[in-house]
Structures are given as C-alpha cells and as structure tokens.
C-alpha cells in the first residue's frame, strides 16, 4: 500500500501542515476500505486470541459481539468452501506448511457474498514450536474461471476401472481421486484430500516416503515409474497394489498421476510360489519334474546329489532313466498308470545312480492336470537306505540274540547235565557215611574230588551267566 502525501514547503509551514493532515486521512481512507481484518487463533482453533478493530465492517458485527464467538470466521463462509478452508488448515497444523492461502466467498450478517483472501500461518517460538494460528482476510476478486476441462479425458478418469488419483508433483498433495481409488482406499473423497498416498502405506511392508522418493523424482523428470506398494485401507487387511506414475500438466500446474491396479492375489500367488520352490530347493528328498512323455525337465539339487547327475544333462534323461531295469517293467505297467488315472501313486521303489548303485526310496508319482488334461508328472524319492540298514541290522541282531538264548540254553543244560554225576555221588557217600562213619578217612578222597568238579561247573555257569547279562545291558553315558 502507498499513501500520496504532498511535498514539504518549508516557505509555508501552514500549507506543509495542511498537506501531512490531508494525506494522513487519504491513507486512512485506503486502510478502511480494503477492510483488511486480522486475527489469531489456538492450535485447537476454538479460541479466539485477536482479533482486529476492521471486522466491524467485514463481518458486519461489533467486535465486542464477534469476540464472544470464537468460530465467527468459519460460520461466515459459504457452506460450499468451509471444506476446503478447514482442510488447509488441517495441512497447515499436521503436515508441516509454513503458510497457506484459499480464496473463498464469505456472507455478512446482512446476507450481502463477497469473495475474500486469507492468509494463514503457524507462529513459532524461538525453539521452533507452534504457538497459534495467524490469520489474514483480505477482501479479493472471484477466482479466475477455471480453464474447460478435456470432457473425454474427464469421462475416462472416473469411469476407469483401476483407481486413478492426481497429485501435485512439488507438495504430493492428492488433488483428484476417482471412485475406485475411495472402494480401494475404504475413505471417503473429503477424507482422502485431507491425506498423501504414504498415509495409507501398511507400516510392516510396502513403501514409505522415502521408498517412493526415487520413483516420483523420475517421474518429474518425464518417466513413467511402475512399483509395487502394499496398500493398507481405512477397512480390511493390507492388499498388494502396482502404482503406474506419470507426469501430467492438471489446473495449470504440474502434477503426477499415479494408477493403482490391485493385483492382492497375484502378488501372493506369487509370494506362495516362492515359497514352495525354495521348499524344493532345500529339500533332502529327490524331487523331478517330466512332461507328459515322461522328458525330465528339472531335477532339484537333493535329486542331482543323490543320483550323481550334472544340472546340464537333466533334459536329456527320461523318468524310466532314473530307475533300474529290474524296476522299469512294472512302473511303465503299474505305477504311471495309476498315478495317471488316480492322480497319486506311492510305494517302495529303487533309483538308479550313475556309478550304478541301487537305492532304495519310497517313491511317489504325481500326475498334473488342469481342466482334465495332463499337464505332466514329479517324482518324490525318499531315500530310505538309512532305515532299510537299521531294519537289516536290527533283524541280525534279533537273529544273533535268539541264537545267544538257545546256545545259553544248550550250555545250561549241558552244565545241568555234568552237575547230576557230582551231586549223585556226593548224595551216595552222604548215605554210605551215615551207615558207615568209621569209612569216613577212606571216602574224604573221593568226597572232596567231587565236591571240587560241581564247584568248577557252578563257577563256569556262573561266569558265562554274567558275561551275558553284561553284554545284554544298555551302554553306559
């Protein structure tokens, strides 16, 4: 603003005073006019802190009266922009703006509409922190009309099945949404325009600010950026979206559109299938794939260890390939044939290695089919040579055990046997002493020969008898 005031003559003091009087109303005339009003508010924006003497005749009430109703401003404007003047604010406390101007149209108390100008900004203390809202209205022209929107253009972002959304390229604000972004989003429009696609980034996967930070600098550079984005809606769990973002001129500014295709059950197939393949890779059982003329087509790296087979030589191989002659006849007549007609087949088998082994494996043969036709075969192998060696020797051992019982046995009743003689013969001398005690000199001879041959053949049993009950013990720690 700029005030005309009349130059100085010091010659006639009455005529410079006349001049300063006269300009100092011209320039209180203009302030009236643009009836510029000034106030503050708390963050909360439900009290009032300030307010300037100029609303008087903006809001067309005694500033006493206005003072008492801290929400004056908002309800002066026109029900069609308090939308868009309260979501700036929202920007303005939440997301960082150091100020923000909207244009809207404000009704007086005498019904009389006219357009105005607010100025808003955060106060800050020395530390940087928030203090109030100061805020500047400022009697303004109609906006300029806004430039004939491309009609086809229009049609196709609505109708579009994918959700399209347009936002500033400098701020990222979200400035169009068609309905499929708010059923993707589960938001209402008014609630979207108040957020950045990062609000509804899931926290444990997807992006964040920074993730995207590359993909939207290309994009103002003119590439076209395409990415992946766990997206996690106001309702319902996180879902997998691909975001396509261009860079677009919209409203006279630059902008970005971003399209957003939900692909949920692609991307966690695909996920699924990841898992399953590193299952295979990892997996100790020989596991092979073959078309439906029985060609390998894969083998995995437990399958390629266990039958000494090289990665590169796989594709020239058949699934009769891996098994030995004795085997092929009846898997070629029984196996495949029930696992093409059953979808399954399972049992004892052998495959073959390359230095010619046989090994044992409890074989299971799928066949793959889809909308009736077969599609091909896997092979599963289970090597069960450990357990077939643990079933052989527990059987050797159970054979070996049995034969140490009937040797025991034998050995008891042959040691039963030599014990009868001594033990008769000391019962003979025991009667013929009992009838003849004078022979007593004569028979102690023959008494302690025999009492010496079963004491020998009571020490042998006995020491055989501990021998086994020492092996049959289990080993100690």
Request: aromatic share 6%.
């Amino acid at each position: 603003m700029s005030v005309i005031v009349r130059q100085y003559f010091p010659s006639n003091p009455a005529l410079s005073e006349a001049a300063m009087l006269d300009g100092f109303k011209q320039g209180s005339a203009i302030l009236t006019s643009l009836r510029t009003v000034a106030f503050a508010l708390t963050l909360g924006r439900d009290k009032l802190l300030y307010l300037s003497t100029s609303a008087t005749e903006l809001y067309g009430e005694p500033v006493k009266l206005l003072l008492e109703h801290p929400n004056f401003w908002l309800e002066a404007i026109h029900p069609d922009d308090k939308a868009t003047v309260w979501m700036g604010l929202d920007k303005l406390r939440e997301q960082g703006h150091e100020q923000i101007e909207v244009t809207y149209r404000l009704v007086s108390s005498d019904g009389d509409m006219h357009w105005v100008r607010q100025q808003c900004r955060l106060a800050l203390n020395d530390a940087g922190v928030p203090l109030r809202i100061d805020c500047l209205v400022t009697p303004s022209l109609p906006p300029a009309p806004a430039p004939a929107r491309n009609e086809v253009g229009n049609a196709v972002f609505v109708a579009a099945a994918d959700a399209l959304l347009v936002r500033d390229a400098a701020s990222l604000d979200i400035l169009e949404a068609n309905s499929a972004t708010l059923a993707l989003l589960a938001c209402g429009r008014a609630e979207l325009l108040r957020q950045r696609l990062a609000d509804f980034s899931a926290r444990t996967e997807g992006f964040d600010a920074k993730a995207e930070a590359s993909y939207l600098d290309a994009a103002r550079r003119g590439q076209v950026q395409r990415y992946d984005w766990l997206v996690s809606p106001r309702e319902g769990g996180p879902r997998w979206v691909e975001a396509v973002t261009s860079p677009i001129r919209h409203a006279g500014r630059d902008c970005l559109l971003t399209a957003l295709r939900d692909v949920d059950v692609q991307r966690r197939a695909q996920q699924q299938q990841g898992l399953n393949e590193e299952l295979i890779e990892r997996s100790s059982d020989a596991i092979a794939w073959a078309d439906t003329a029985g060609q390998l087509q894969r083998i995995n790296p437990a399958g390629l260890a266990l039958l000494g087979i090289q990665a590169e030589g796989v594709s020239d191989l058949f699934l009769t390939d891996l098994l030995p002659a004795w085997a092929q006849p009846h898997f070629l007549q029984t196996c495949l044939p029930l696992a093409t007609r059953e979808g399954r087949w399972h049992g004892e088998m052998a495959l073959l290695s390359r230095d010619g082994r046989n090994l044992p494996v409890m074989l299971t043969l799928l066949a793959h089919k889809q909308g009736g036709a077969l599609r091909g075969y896997s092979l599963i192998g289970q090597d069960i040579a450990p357990a077939k060696l643990r079933e052989q020797r527990y059987k050797q051992e159970k054979e070996n055990l049995e034969e140490d019982k009937l040797f025991q046995a034998k050995l008891l009743e042959n040691i039963s046997a030599g014990l009868v003689q001594p033990l008769a013969q000391l019962a003979q001398l025991a009667k013929l002493l009992e009838k003849h005690p004078e022979e007593v000199t004569r028979a102690l001879p023959h008494l302690k020969r025999t009492v010496e041959q079963a004491r020998r053949l009571v020490d042998a049993s006995a020491e055989f008898i501990l021998a086994g009950a020492q092996r049959d013990l289990p080993p100690r720690d």
